[in-house]
């Protein structure tokens, strides 16, 4: 499989942890490299950013024009048809993101699978079915895709791992709602979310700029690195 080209930041020389972070439907790996500086990282470890670039393919949805994508979407129910094959084929390409960052060296419970739109959908594929102990995830602004198959998907070594779910009250790209379903389906799973709304459309705001700096100090300022 062609390794999917990638952009990283390092917060100081030598990092000892990692965070690769999965853009939404139609940009790219530039998306969320501006946030870096807007973080307070002050009590975690040195951190290297990893910003993967999804393929272009033909989005359905969008009157089938090419731009880079996780997988496809078929309708505005994010519910029906799903993209099985493409769903699983970038699942495949981010796992071996994370691979290649324990054969540089870090830990797998140094890393933390983060994702906004399309990309919090991949992160929890990925993320809850991974076969290594993560040090967290975070979905930003998306839902839970294959939702069905996640219970016999799951993987045991990562029920414990925090999730920090974020989502605007005003998104009406994803909505409220199909993010608080998703919430709901991992918190009957057993796992532990951290659920959060601002008052946004769907993107970014602030203050969940300063929780999810809360959330990577949690996760990954604790460890033994």
Sequence with gaps: MTTLPCIEIETTPNPSASVIWLHGLGADGNDFVPIIPQLNLTDCPAIRFVFPSAPSMAVTVNGGYVMPAWYDITGRNLNDREDVNGIHQSAIAISHLIEHEASRGISYDNIVLAGFSQGCAMSLQVGLRFPHKLAGIMALSGYLPLANSLPLERSVANNDTPIFMAHGTWDEVII???????????????????????????????DELTDISRFLTLVLSKKDV
């Design 176 to 206: 409220p709602e199909r993010a608080e379903a998703s919430a709901d389906v991992l918190e009957k799973l057993g796992y532990q979310v951290d659920w959060n709304t601002y008052p946004m459309e769907h993107s970014l705001h602030p």
